[in-house]
Every structure is written in structure tokens, then in C-alpha cells.
């Protein structure tokens, strides 16, 4: 079946065959570039530092780089060594900026070739590599990833580490050169002082003194450089969401929000926007680890879905990012896969209850049941109702309940979170919450009666998705069931027919293995996925979501190419809140939170008990 690409002149010829028509442009001659960049990287920090090695058969190998010879050759081949070693990962990637300083960088080191060494080798080696770099100039064309000033201290702290360690390294290669013997802290002391240029205790013989400080002055001033760099080059922010971007994305939502139950999850603020060339489909996405992560499916007109998925694509090639889709539905990872060449695996269940089915009867729902009851007579009382009903005091409560009660000091959530609740224009939002007070008819907690919280964003007209459940500690336990049969039992009077539960991850492979006849790999499996619960939500994410008799509709993960798994992984976890590469909080600059945006609709987050509904 052909799909019309949408704003493409060319009719009814999908993207993916237009682009197998056109070939693909090469890819190896970055990789193998940043590849011979690593190794001979390596190389001449070795040969800058040890000098056996400059005097091996790796010698001729180690040419291609700055000379290795004398004082100022020995620090100009590892300086030589380690930016090429920065380079390398931005080379790989089709950095615009790694392509600029390699070109600026070879020129010097074959210059240095011949002025310091005379080595007319190594000279045309430095230029051959330079001149296959201007040949593939049209290959080294991405764009900087977004970056912050902040980095630069990660650089000082990372690059200051690994030229300390390398330095001890520097310090030790003659041990036949050393005058007396000197301890771990003479030498240490030895490396500090020479990164700042200064002369340390250590003494040598036969001029490795000069060999050393060289050394050990380059390596500090690279630190320095990189450092001071990194710290006033231009920032380049993520991708925001702009006011603009939220009204356009809310009146997609408001006449096609009721296909996906992620829908609403794309007017979290911290996400890009990619629109359609006619404004009738969006992809919503963030840039994690060069990671250009999308989740769920396109937003709009499913006709018009092909034309955001090519700009998206298009995005992610102009920047080299590794572009990937998390939790689409099956139809959406059909498009993605038709459209872009890319692959598909299923990722897990998301569990859907239909309201007219909803009953607490039954011999399946007797522990639901039970459990609701007691709870019920301990004397806690539920409410269910739109945000928008609720006053201005008992909505900061809320609010100030829900971000005390998290647990952890991460917002979790990505694509199944909003991180907000009661914003301008996410009225119809329904909250949940749980009730008690003491035998005096009070309640001494700074929340007042509250001990529990459920929030949904909405699902199209007649639909509603969890987003958050937070519940005071204290509580009993059970709070989470007693709020969600609430909410269900009320969705009737608030004219919602489906509800969206959690995401189960892995919830096939869960389900089958505990079946009798599993097989021996389901069982490993499924043994894997049980000790992995220990960390995350993954087995009682299910098992909580099995509760309420749900049907399952799967969820996946569209990605390009299988070693790209890991990296993808990564990213989710860290867009998830699972991984936190963030400075520690004395380090970190404390934002106002962004001011309300006068909208015209609705939505909040979406975290479990602890941050995100989904694992």
C-alpha cells in the first residue's frame, strides 16, 4: 500500500524508496577515520611517554603523528595524541567541528614532522590522512549537539583526572633516570606541580627532566585550554517547547488525541517538536547522549504522519544522532519502520481497562476487593474529580503532597510523564485522591486530610491516562488500588469509556515464563527480568497492572541497527530519570520554575509512586 508523503511533490512514492532510489551516502569512511584516530591516538601518547617504544618497530607506526623525538617532540606527540583522541568519537559522529580541528591539527603535525625530526615520512603520512579528510569534506557535516557552559567543568574534572593518572605514568617510564628513590606522594606531588608548569621534586639524569616537564606542561595545558573552551563557546539549548509549539500540538490533540493514550505526554516542556510540512502531524521528541529519542507515536493525521517522520529523520542525520522511538504503538512502529528502513521490537504491554467491563464481582477480583474494603473501613474516604473543580488551596496541597512524596530526588518520567499537575489549560485532567482523619475529626499533617493522590491526563474525549500515584508514607497500604477503583467506578459520571493503566515492560516474556511448559530460555529469562526487579518496576509493575483484569496492548521500540540497543538504552534510562548524569546539587544552578502558560486544555505527569507510571 503506497502512503501519500505528506508536502512531497513526488505523490505516492513512500520515503524510504525514494532514499533507497537516491543510495545511501557513505558511512564507513567516518568511522574508519575516527577508528585510526583512536589507534594512532594511543600510539603516540605511548610513544610520547615510553621510550622503548619510541625506539620499537611500532616506531614507523607512530610517525603519522608529531615527531617522538627530543623534549618538545616527546610533549608534542602525546599533546597530539590526546585531542586526537577527543576527536575521534565527534569524528565518527560527522562532526562539523572535529572535521575543522583535525584539519588544523594534521598541517601542524606534519609540519613538526619535518621541522623537529626531519621525517619526510611522517610528514606525507599526516598529509595523506588530511587530504582523505578534505576528499570526504560532504560527510563531516553534522551539526553541535545542544551542550551548556556546565560541561566545561566536567571536562576539568574529567581531563584534570586523566592527566594526573597519566602523569604518574610520565613520572615512573624512567626508572633508570630517577635521582634517589622517590615515594608515590614525591611523585604526585611531582606531576602537580608540572601540570602548572612548575619544576616538582623528582630529579632525572641526562636531560629526562626536560623530557618530563614538557610532558607533564602539555598535558596541563590542554586541560586548560579545553577547559577554558568549553567554558565560553556559544550554548546551544535543547529543544524546548515554545508557547506557539503547545497551541499547535493541542489542536492535534483536541481533533486526533484519542488514537494514543501517549498523546498528551508530548506537551511535557522539555521535549522538541518536529511538525509536518502541512502542520498536520508532529513528532515529538529529546536528545539524550546523542540519543534523538521520540516516544510514542506521531501526533495528528495518520496520512500525515510520513512527512514529520522524514523531517525527524532529516533532524537526526543533520545532527548524527542516533534516532530511536520509545513505547509507539503497533501501528506507529509500522509507519516508522515503512518510512525509515528502521528495525521494530516489542518493548512490553500497556495496560487498557475498559469502564463498561470494570467490576469488582468475581473470584478474580477478590484480593482487589478485599483489600479495598479494609481499607474503606479504616476510615479512609476517596473523591474523584476534574482538576479544574478543584479551588486554588486544596491544588497547591496537592501539588506540594505530591513533589514532598516522590521519594526520589529526580522527576522520573519521559514518555509517560508530564511533570506537572494543575497548569493553565489541563483542566479536564482528573485527580484522585484519599482521605482521612483522626478521632477528633482533624488531621495533623501539613496536608491536611490527604494521603494519597492518582492524577490522569486526558485520552482523547472519552479516555484517560495515568500519570502519577504518590501516597503519603504513612498511609496504609493500598492506596494505589483503593484510587484506581475509585477512579474507575466514577469514570461513568465523567463521560470516560477507557482508561490507561501502567506500562508493563517485558510483560509477555513475565507472563509465559511462569506457565507451566516454559521453556528453558523463557524461564532464564524471566528469572533475568525477576532479578532485575529488585531496582527497577518491572516484575510489580505487571503484577500491579494484572490486578485489574486489563486487556494488553503492546508497546515498542523502533531503533536502526542492533549495537545501537545499548546506547538507546541508556538514553531512555537517563530521559526516564533512572540514571542521573547531572551535577551533584551544591554544583547545580537553582532555575525558577517556568512561569504558567495561558493554554485552552489539559495535562499533567506521569510518574508511579516513586516518579514515572511507566518502568
Known amino acids: 500500500m503506497s502512503v501519500t508523503v505528506d508536502g512531497d511533490k513526488k505523490g505516492l512514492v513512500p520515503v524510504r524508496v525514494r532514499r533507497i532510489l537516491h543510495g545511501p551516502a557513505p558511512e564507513k569512511v567516518p568511522s574508519l577515520v575516527g577508528t585510526a584516530c583512536t589507534l594512532v591516538g594511543l600510539l603516540d601518547i605511548a610513544a610520547g611517554v615510553f621510550p622503548r617504544f619510541r625506539a620499537s618497530r611500532v616506531h614507523a607506526v607512530a610517525e603519522v603523528l608529531p615527531g617522538t623525538l627530543g623534549p618538545l617532540s ?71 549537539d545542544p551542550r551548556s557552559r556546565w560541561r566545561a567543568l566536567a571536562n576539568f574534572v574529567v581531563m584534570g583526572a586523566g592527566s594526573i593518572a597519566l602523569g604518574l605514568v610520565i613520572v615512573s617510564a624512567h626508572p633508570r633516570r630517577v635521582i634517589g628513590s622517590p615515594s608515590l606522594t614525591d611523585r604526585l606531588e611531582h606531576v602537580l606541580y608540572g601540570l602548572l608548569g ?23 595545558m590542554l586541560t586548560a585550554l579545553t577547559t577554558v573552551y568549553l567554558a ?15 497551541t499547535r500540538l493541542r489542536a492535534l490533540l483536541d481533533r486526533h488525541g484519542g488514537r494514543d493514550s501517549l498523546g498528551h505526554f508530548a506537551l511535557r516542556r522539555d521535549k522538541g517538536v518536529i511538525f509536518s510540512p502541512s502542520g498536520k502531524a508532529a513528532v515529538c521528541y529529546r536528545v539524550v547522549s546523542g540519543v534523538m529519542l521520540a516516544s510514542g507515536d506521531p501526533i495528528g493525521d495518520v496520512e500525515a504522519w510520513p512527512g514529520a517522520i522524514e523531517r525527524f529523520m532529516d533532524e537526526a542525520k543533520i545532527h548524527s544522532w542516533t534516532p530511536a522511538v520509545m513505547g509507539c504503538s503497533e501501528t506507529g512502529g509500522q509507519v516508522w519502520t515503512r518510512e525509515t528502513g528502521l528495525d521494530a521490537l516489542e518493548l512490553g504491554d500497556e495496560a487498557v481497562v475498559d469502564v463498561a467491563d470494570f467490576s469488582l464481582s468475581g473470584r478474580a477480583m477478590r484480593n482487589v476487593r478485599q483489600m479495598v474494603t479494609r481499607i474503606e473501613r479504616n476510615g479512609y474516604t476517596t473523591r474523584v474529580r476534574r482538576v479544574r473543580d478543584l479551588d486554588d488551596a486544596e491544588l497547591e496541597r496537592v501539588r506540594r503532597a505530591a513533589a514532598d512524596w516522590r521519594g526520589t530526588d529526580t522527576e522520573r518520567g ?7 499537575i494543575g497548569a493553565p489549560g489541563d483542566g479536564d485532567a482528573v485527580i484522585a485522591t484519599a482521605h482521612k482523619t483522626d478521632d477528633t475529626g482533624t488531621a495533623d499533617s501539613p496536608y491536611g486530610d490527604l494521603k494519597a493522590i492518582i492524577h490522569f491526563v486526558p485520552w482523547g474525549r472519552d479516555g484517560m491516562s495515568l500519570e502519577l500515584m504518590r501516597r503519603d508514607r504513612s498511609a496504609d497500604p493500598g492506596m494505589n488500588e483503593l484510587l484506581i477503583v475509585a477512579a474507575l467506578q466514577a469514570s461513568p459520571a465523567l463521560g470516560i469509556a477507557r482508561v490507561s493503566l501502567n506500562f508493563a515492560m517485558f510483560r509477555a516474556a513475565l507472563a509465559r515464563g511462569e506457565k507451566i511448559g516454559a521453556g528453558p530460555v523463557l524461564r532464564l529469562w524471566r528469572g533475568l527480568l525477576v532479578f532485575l526487579s529488585r531496582w527497577f518496576q518491572i516484575e510489580s509493575l505487571y503484577k500491579f497492572n494484572a490486578k485489574f483484569r486489563p486487556r494488553w496492548e503492546p508497546r515498542f521500540v523502533v531503533y536502526r541497527t542492533s549495537r545501537d540497543l545499548p546506547r538507546i538504552g541508556f538514553a531512555a534510562m537517563q530521559a526516564e530519570g533512572f540514571v542521573n548524569l547531572s551535577l551533584p546539587r551544591p554544583f547545580t544552578r537553582r532555575r525558577p520554575a517556568p512561569a504558567p502558560r495561558p493554554c485552552t486544555h489539559i495535562t499533567p505527569a506521569r510518574p508511579a509512586e516513586h516518579g514515572a507510571r511507566a518502568a
Do not use: I, N
Request: proline letters at 4%; charged letters at 15%; glycine letters at 10%.
Open 74 to 144: 616527546a610533549a608534542l606527540s602525546l599533546s597530539a595524541g590526546v585531542l586526537l583522541l577527543l576527536l575521534a568519537h565527534g569524528l565518527k559522529r560527522h562532526k562539523r567541528r572535529a572535521w575543522r580541528a583535525a584539519v588544523v591539527l594534521l598541517p601542524l603535525g606534519a609540519t613538526a614532522q619535518f621541522v623537529w625530526r626531519h621525517s619526510v615520512l611522517g610528514a606525507l603520512l599526516s598529509l595523506a590522512l588530511l587530504a582523505l579528510l578534505l576528499r570526504h569534506r560532504g560527510q563531516f557535516a553534522a551539526l553541535p
Open 414 to 420: 519521559f514518555s509517560m510523564a508530564l511533570g506537572r
Open 198 to 220: 612548575v619544576e616538582g621534586p623528582v630529579g632525572y639524569t641526562d636531560g629526562v627532566d626536560w623530557t618530563v616537564g614538557y610532558s607533564l606542561g602539555a598535558l596541563g
Open 232 to 246: 565560553f563557546r556559544p550554548e546551544h539549548p535543547a529543544a524546548r517547547l515554545t508557547d506557539d509549539d503547545e
